[in-house]
C-alpha cells in the first residue's frame, strides 16, 4: 500500500485513526506525511483537521515549498500546516524513508519536557532498540528550515527520535512502520514514566533486544499490527462489524 507508486493515502486515514485512538491528538501540533506520485511531493492534511476527523479526500499533494498540487482538503481550508516544513528535511537526508509521524502524545512529552531518553526496558520496546535518537535541545517551532536541519541531523540513519520539549517523531519505510513506532514509543514513554513508581526501568540485554528487533521490525509483524489496529479504528468509526473472517 505504500511502495513507490502506490497510493498511500487510506494508510495514511488508519494511521491518523490509529493514532487519535492511541492519544496522540494536541491541537494543531502533528502531522503525518508520505511520499507523493512524484519526487519532491508529498501527502498531509490540511491545517487544522483532527487525526479523528482524517479522510481519504482531505489529503493535501505538497511540493517542497509546501505548495498544493492536489486534494480537496477539508472544512474549506486547502493549506498545509507550515510546520509540515521540517518533514522535508528528513526526506531530503534519507531517501529510504516514505513516510514520517510527528506527535505530541502525553507520556513522550513528559519525558521530552523532563529531558529524559526512552530507555529499551522492556520486550514491546525492543522494535525501537539501537534505532531511536534523542535531541535534547528544543530548536524552536519547526516552521523554519533550520529547526528541520537539526532534527533532520538529530535523526541521522536511525528511524525514531524523542524531541526534547517537543513530542516524537518516527520516519518509516512504509506508513505502517511510521505509525507502528509512534504507538509503541508513546507506550513506552508511558511505562517508563509507571515504572519509576517501583524502582525506575532497567535496561534489558542488548543482544536479546537485538534479536527480539530484527523479528519484530519485518514488514509481516508491522503490517499484521498495523492492519489490527486498523480494524479497530474502522470498527469505532461503525465501518466495520466485529468478525473473524
Ligand atoms: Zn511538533
New binding site residues.
Given amino acids: 500500500m505504500t511502495q513507490a507508486g502506490a497510493d498511500p493515502r487510506p494508510a495514511l486515514t488508519r494511521c491518523a485513526w490509529i493514532l487519535a485512538d492511541e492519544g496522540h491528538e494536541s491541537g494543531l ?3 503525518l506525511t508520505a511520499r507523493g506520485p512524484e519526487p519532491g511531493t508529498f501527502w498531509t492534511l490540511p491545517l487544522g483537521l483532527a487525526f479523528e476527523e482524517a479522510n481519504d479526500r482531505a489529503w493535501l499533494l505538497i511540493d517542497d515549498a509546501l505548495t498544493v498540487r492536489d486534494g480537496a482538503g477539508a472544512f474549506g481550508v486547502r493549506e498545509p500546516n507550515p ?1 509540515t516544513r521540517f518533514h522535508l528535511w528528513v526526506y531530503r537526508a534519507r531517501p529510504d524513508v516514505r513516510a514520517i509521524v ?3 502524545p502525553a507520556a513522550a512529552s513528559a519525558l521530552a519536557a523532563a529531558e529524559v531518553p526512552l530507555v529499551v526496558a522492556h520486550m514491546d520496546a525492543t522494535p525501537l532498540f539501537d534505532d531511536m535518537a534523542f535531541l535534547p535541545q528544543w530548536p524552536g517551532l ?1 516552521t523554519a528550515d533550520r529547526e528541520g536541519e537539526i532534527i533532520a541531523a538529530g535523526l541521522g540513519g536511525k528511524h525514531a527520535i524523542l ?1 526534547a520539549h ?2 516524537l517523531l518516527t520516519a518509516g519505510r512504509s506508513v505502517m512502520e511510521a505509525t507502528f513506532l509512534a504507538v509503541f514509543m508513546e507506550r513506552m514513554a508511558r511505562q517508563q514514566i509507571d515504572a519509576q513508581q517501583v524502582g525506575g526501568s532497567k535496561p534489558v540485554d542488548p543482544e536479546e533486544a537485538r534479536r527480539a528487533r530484527d523479528f519484530l521490525r519485518t514488514d509481516r509483524i508491522m503490517n499484521l499490527t498495523f492492519d489490527a489496529w486498523a480494524r479497530r479504528a474502522e470498527r469505532r468509526r461503525g465501518l466495520r462489524a466485529l468478525e473473524c473472517a
Fill in positions: 501540533a502533528g502531522q510546520a510527528h506527535t505530541h519547526p524531541l517537543h513530542g
